[in-house]
Each structure stands twice: as C-alpha cells, then as structure tokens.
C-alpha cells in the first residue's frame, strides 16, 4: 500500500511520454490510412536537435528557462522542415495502397534515418539537462521526483485538450474531420485533400519531434531510441484504437500504469507488459478501446 | 663425378644440422587479428574505448617493428549489428585467410556463441572482455583463452569491499541489465554478501533491459525500498543515464551505491563523491601500479592526445590483451627458432604469465585468466581518480580449477572477507 502513491506518480509520467508517441502516430493515421514507422525517427530526431540547440545556446551562457522554448522551437524545426517534404516524396505514394506497402516503405524510410543519425551524430549519446535542473525536485510520499516529470504529465494534458481545439474548433480541424470522414466527397466540396494530408502529416511529425524533445532532457539521446519510441507508439495506438486521440491517451495510462507496476511488484514482466495489455484488451475490443468496425468499401 | 659425390657427401652430413633452420618459417610480412567490439548502439560508450585502444596499440606495436617483424593488420567488427553477424563475420574472417588470430569479443552472449566456433574453425581466439564465469563452465575450448578476469572474481571483490566499508548494511538493493551478465552478477554480488553477513536481505531486484532511455521508474521503486545498498552492474549509455537521473533525484545520498563498472564514466558524469566504483579487473591506468609503469602512462597519455580522454578501463583491457597476443607469439618463436606454428602459439597461450600495463595476468590450464581486482571511490573531482582502493588479488577471490563457481562463493566466510586487503590499503 505504500506504494500505491509512487506508482501513480511514476505511471503518469511514464504515460506522458508514451502519449506524445503514439497520438502523433494515431492522428496521421486517422487521416491519411498510413501506418507510419518512421514516426520513431521523428521523436529521435526531434530529441537530437532538441539537445544539439539546447547545448549550443547553453553552452553560450543563456538562462536555463531558455531551454523550455528551445524543446518546442527544435521540434516545429523538425516537423516544418521534414513533415511536408516526408509528405510530398515519400508517403503520398503510399496512398490507397495495401498496408504492407505502407509499412515497407516508411520502415526503408525509418532505417534510412537511423543511419542519418548515426552518421551525423555518431553513436555516443548526448545530454542537456538544463530544463531538468532548473526546475528542482518534489517530495511526493517520501520519493523524490523531478519537477519535470510533473510537467511532462500537464504538457500531455495540454496536447489533449489543444488537439481536441484545433479538431473541432479551428477551420483547419474541421476540414481534417472532414477528410477523415470522407476524403472524396470532402475534395468534392472544395477542400484540397493534399494539402490536408500534408497538414496532417505535418502535425504528426510535429507531435513525435515534441515527445522526443521532451523526453531529451532526462534520457541520453543515442541511437536506438526511435525503434523504442515506435514499437511502443503502435502497442498504444493499437490499444487506443487507431485514429483515435482519446484512446491514445487513455491507453497511454493503462500502459505506463502497466509498465509501473510491474516494476514494483513483477520486474520480469516489465517488458512484456504493454504487449499483455494489448494481447487483453484487443481479445476483448480488436478494434481498441475508442475505435469501431467500419464498413469496408468495395 | 668426384664433384657430385663431394657434395652429396657434403649435403648429407649438413642436412641434421640445418634442420631445423628448415623447419623455422621466417616471420609474414603481416599479422590478421580479427578485433571485435561494439561500435554501434548504447553499448558503444563501453566498446569505443576498446576499439581506439586496439588502435592505439597495435599502431605502437608496429611501430616497434611489430610482432617478429610482422606487422599487426587489425580487422574490426561491430558487435552492434547481432549476434548472428558476428558469428558470419568470424567464420568469414577465419575463412578468407586474413586473419590469423582474433581478440573477441565484449559480449558475454557473442563470446559464448564464438567460443565453440573457433574451436570448430581451429581459430585462435583470445578474449578481451568476455566477463561471464560461464564460459569455461562445463566445456573445455582448445582455441579460447581469457587472460583478463570473470563475473566470479568480479562481484566478490565488490561484496568484499562493502563489507569492510559499509560492514553495518543490511538492505540491498540491485539494478542490473536484463541479461545473463546482469543475472550472474546479481546471483554472485548477493551470494556473497550473505557469505560475509548472513543478515542481508535484497529488498529490490530489477533488471531493465539494455538501452533503456530512462531509469525513473526504476529509481522510484529503489527509493521506495529504502536500502542501505544500490548495487549496479550497468554499462556503457545505461550507465550515463542511470547515474545522471539517479543522481538528480537524490538516490546517491540516500544509500551507499555501488558502481561496478563506475570507472568507465567518471570522466562523462559528475560522479559524487564517496560512490564504490569498480574497474572490472586491474585495468585502471591511474592505479598505483599503472603510475609507476612508464609504459602504461606513455599509453594513456597518446591515448588522451589522440581521443581526447583518459583511457578508461575497457580500453586498458583491451590495450592489455592485445599484448599478452604478442608476448605468445613471442614467447613461441623463441621456442620454435623462428616463426611459430599456429600449435606453438596455442601452446604459449595455455600458460602464459604476462606483465601488462597494469598489472600481470596468468592464465590457468583451464584457459581462465587469473586478474587482480581493483575497487575504490569516487573522489567527485573532474579528474579520474578514485580514493580509498583495494587491489584483491586475482587468485584469493577466483574459484580454483573444476570447482562450481556459485558453491564456492557459498562456502565463503565473513573471516575471509575480513583478511582480504581494507579499503585505502592499495596506495
């Protein structure tokens, strides 16, 4: 029981970061049907140049809450200048294809990047913890956290409630609601489907360089962390129901929950323990907690 | 006619004389030496420092006229791109005919999956890391041999030192990869702490897998166990991450942590002051051996003007194992007169007694390397140095020959642990 505490602490944060992963993953699916690997490197990506600029501006003598900034600042960076070019040269070939072929060609994309990094960066990891140190630590039940963790946990509350914003209440979210629902009559209506797609995309990417900027300033960035981000970015958008923000998020705690308490009560279960959630859950709802049958069209 | 039979005479009664001059091959040219590390991944902080020490010395070597006159021609292989590639890549090597000896490898699992491969392709091969006690446990390898230490010596050294500094703990807590090295060492740290205090208990046991990102669960759960002890056997970037996080969250000033591969990130983390570090074997270059060995500090010194950084302790191993390769083939000309069969070479490896740069080496008719242990303290300065060492020798904490390495910590006694050398003993 004394546990009980920690583990909820420690289960949201976890969740936080997953978030980040798997909602980016859920949105570019729920509009443009394309099941992408490569959002792994994005969050690796965006976690490099986060602390690549972070160290460099730190390194010059500026205020540590300039760090904050930089982490949303490098992963629109990433996002403006690879979420559109991604869109135009790789994924809208992959439209309206089978799923295999989606899945081959943003996997060639993914393995082409992780070289990328390992050729710039090369294969020792980095570190900028500014943002961590400036903000200090809390004594929650007797553990010491990171006040960062804690902002982790609202800056995923502050993703939910923005995303469901601009999704219902920006003229931007309503023609990707549309888009989703039908892209062919949408495109008749007017709405330039491409453009939405890349939007969209965009936004995905956006939301993957966030997660790992975010994840940066208390985890070494070295090679291998976008295969980690992916693999567990599917588990949740499965669990969620693909295309589905709410479910990611709600899946997003069962499984950091999941993953926390097996780390206390059954540490040999801990790597399995997302894919256990997943096996229950979509034994009860293959669809996923938040997403339907559809009908398939012919 | 008188001619002919002059010099058949002649040939005849030289021939038993030269002989052996006959026999004796004259040096190659050139020495294949297959050296495997990691160069890839998170384990690339452990592997790197290997991988330029091979450079660094095997370049010195040559430049030294080589091994015999043949020059060291090093091929390396990334242990990074899995097991099933190394293994391809060492049948490939021992193959092609480059490579006349291998220096493998820094996985427990590839050394294991090596080991009957070079007994099978008739490849010398000479580990440079390779810690785990298994791999002479139960199989015999003519072709393998370990002149450095193993996870038995290793985790005991480690028990003995907590038991002489911290002789009052009683709460353990472990934090170790999720694989066999990490498993063993648990098994073996814990083993021997309740040899030398039969009060022990551990009240937290976890094993993250390796390249986790992040350690805050983890960290969480040790803090809620509240332990006298945080023993860790993690490496390379897991390492880095653990220490960073742990320590900004004050788990370094709530227990006596124990690092047994701390050596190898003092000079990457701030390492506070008073954590039990440890080298993994003798392999530390700023020991007081290694000071008062010209050679060794000749080496750190090209080391950190070459890479920038003081050669941290899997780069002395490595640096150290490449040259007992040379002191065997060395030690085989002499027998042979010349350039040594690959048997002779074989035959010098299977006793060799090596001085190294840090300290010396004996391998055993097993083929197991006998290593001192080198263990202290962070000194939380900038430079590598630790304070408060014990150096325990290699042959009071290694299991002897055919006895079950697990059994014989068990039969270990807290009268052992206490005449073995005291913290700050080795100055």
Known sequence: MDFILPMLVDGLAASALIFFIAVGLTLVFSVLRVLNVAHGSFYAIGAYVAVVIGGFVMSAGASPWLSFPILILSAALVAALLGPAIERTFIRFTYGKPEAVQILVTFALFLIFEDLQKLIFGVQAYYQDAAVSVLGISDIGGIIYLNYQLLLIALAVVVVVALRVMLHHTRLGKMITAVVADPEVSATLGIDTRRVYAAAFTIGVFLAALGGALASPNSGVAPGLGAEAIVLGFAVAAIGGLGQIEGAALAAIIVGIARVVAIYQMPQLEPVAPYLVMLAVLLVRPYGLFGAATARRI | ?427
């Not at chain 2, 050139?30 to 020490?53: Q, W």
């Not at chain 2, 993250?208 to 056997?233: C, H, Q, V, Y």
């Not at chain 2, 807290?414 to 005449?419: G, N």
């Open chain 2, 1 to 427: 006619m008188k001619t002919i039979l002059t010099a058949l005479a002649l040939s005849l009664a030289a021939g038993p004389a030269l002989a052996p001059a006959a026999n004796a091959q004259d040096a190659p040219a050139e020495l294949g030496m297959g050296v495997f590390t990691f160069t890839s991944g998170p384990a690339a902080a452990y592997g790197m420092p290997g991988r330029n020490a091979a450079e660094l010395i095997i370049d010195q070597i040559n430049a030294d006229g080589g091994i015999g006159g043949a020059k060291i021609v090093p091929t390396y292989v990334d242990e990074g791109q899995g097991g099933e590639s190394v293994v391809s890549e060492f049948r490939r090597l021992a193959g092609d005919g480059s490579v006349d000896i291998m220096v493998a490898a820094l996985s427990s699992g590839n050394c294991m999956a090596l080991a009957p491969i070079a007994d099978q392709l008739e490849m010398p091969m000479v580990t440079w890391n390779c810690d785990t006690h298994q791999l002479f446990l139960g199989a015999e390898h003519p072709y393998v041999f370990r002149p450095n230490s193993s996870t038995v010596p290793e985790f005991v050294a480690y028990a003995a030192y907590v038991a002489q500094k911290v002789p009052d703990a009683k709460r353990i807590a472990i934090i170790n990869p999720d694989y066999a090295f990490g498993h063993d060492a648990a098994a073996i740290f814990t083993a021997a702490m309740k040899a030398f205090n039969p009060d022990v208990e551990v009240v937290a046991e976890l094993f993250p897998k390796l390249g986790t990102p992040t350690f805050n669960t983890e960290i969480s759960r040790i803090a809620a166990a509240r332990p006298d002890i945080i023993f860790s056997n993690l490496w390379g970037g897991d390492l880095e991450n653990f220490v960073r996080q742990a320590s900004a969250r004050g788990l370094f000033r709530s227990s006596q942590v124990v690092l047994a591969l701390g050596e190898s990130v003092l000079q990457r983390v701030d390492l506070p002051e008073g954590v039990i570090v440890g080298v993994l074997g003798d392999g530390f270059w700023n020991s007081p051996d290694a000071k008062g060995n010209e050679a060794a500090q000749g080496f750190a010194e090209a080391y950190h003007e070459k890479f920038g950084e003081w050669p941290v302790f899997p780069g002395m191993k490595m640096a150290n194992t490449i040259l007992v390769v040379k002191q065997a083939y060395e030690e085989a000309m002499e027998a042979a007169g010349g350039w040594p069969t690959k048997a002779q070479v074989l035959e010098a490896l299977s006793d060799i007694e090596a001085e190294t740069l840090t300290g010396t080496v004996t391998v055993r008719e097993d083929h197991d390397g006998l290593v001192d242990q080198i263990v202290g303290v962070s000194t939380g300065s900038d430079t590598p140095e630790l304070a408060d060492m014990a150096r325990y020798s290699g042959e009071a904490i290694t299991p002897p020959v055919g006895v079950d390495p697990i059994e014989w910590v068990s039969t270990l006694t807290p009268e052992f642990a206490a005449e073995l050398p005291a913290p700050g003993s080795y100055q």
